[in-house]
């Protein structure tokens, strides 16, 4: 399973950025760009503590991202078969995941940038395409949005041409389909549970 590298290079992605040419409209491109903005200020603010800016930044990486549209893509057609109860609880744990995915590896880059290269908008939907510039390695990272309420909210991650969505569809399926939805449930509160844990200390 390739959760763990789509957290690493989408927490790459929305912490640092390389400056590109501004448009006057707020377009999905200009939209992420300010989320960006608005994490590196926090993590450049010595007056907060750790736990103050994991909690800032949790409510800027919730705010852009469309956590029930995600959640709804990653069950597929177990999502019919799921109770309202079960969606809610789903949405809930499956957004914390990927924030405590997000937030175990935040300080964990360094000289990482992120080239915003271009956006194509189409309706209601969009796609911002970007690369993370390492100093070895380009990678190609696809932002899909679509726009409610006037914000562009990003409803997958499309790193390396395979979609963060579909990564975790695969393994939930399985699970569902063997376990049903509290064992699925259980699995993900075990990894929540074990990302939110404080490292070993050693020695």
């Known amino acids: 399973m390739k959760t763990k590298r789509f957290a690493l290079l989408l927490a790459?992605?929305?912490?640092?950025?390389?400056?590109a040419s501004?448009?006057?409209a707020p377009g999905p491109m200009d939209q992420i760009k300010a989320s960006v903005d608005e994490v590196l200020n926090i993590l450049s603010n010595s007056t907060l503590e750790a736990n103050d800016k994991k909690e800032r930044i949790s409510t800027?990486?919730?705010?852009?991202?469309?956590?029930?549209a995600m959640a709804q893509q990653t069950l597929a057609q177990n999502w019919r078969k799921a109770t309202p109860d079960e969606q809610?609880?789903?949405?809930?744990?499956?957004?914390?995941l990927v924030m405590a995915t997000y937030m175990n590896r935040i300080e964990a880059y360094s000289g990482e940038s992120v080239e915003f290269k271009r956006e194509n908008i189409e309706e209601d939907r969009a796609v911002v395409d970007t690369t993370i510039v390492t100093r070895t390695v380009q990678i190609p990272i696809s932002y899909k949005l679509v726009k409610k309420d006037g914000e562009w909210l990003v409803?997958?991650?499309?790193?390396?041409?395979?979609?963060?969505?579909?990564?975790?569809r695969s393994s939930y399926q399985d699970i569902v389909n063997k376990e049903g939805f509290?064992?699925?449930?259980?699995?993900?509160?075990?990894?929540?549970?074990?990302?939110?844990?404080?490292?070993a200390k050693t020695g």
């Open 12 to 19: 790459v992605s929305l912490l640092f950025s390389v400056a």
């Open 22 to 24: 501004a448009v006057v």
């Open 60 to 68: 800027i990486i919730r705010k852009r991202f469309y956590f029930r």
């Open 88 to 96: 809610k609880s789903f949405v809930e744990l499956f957004s914390r």
């Open 155 to 168: 409803y997958d991650v499309v790193v390396e041409e395979v979609s963060l969505v579909r990564n975790y």
């Open 182 to 199: 509290s064992g699925l449930m259980a699995k993900m509160q075990e990894k929540i549970k074990s990302l939110d844990a404080p490292p």
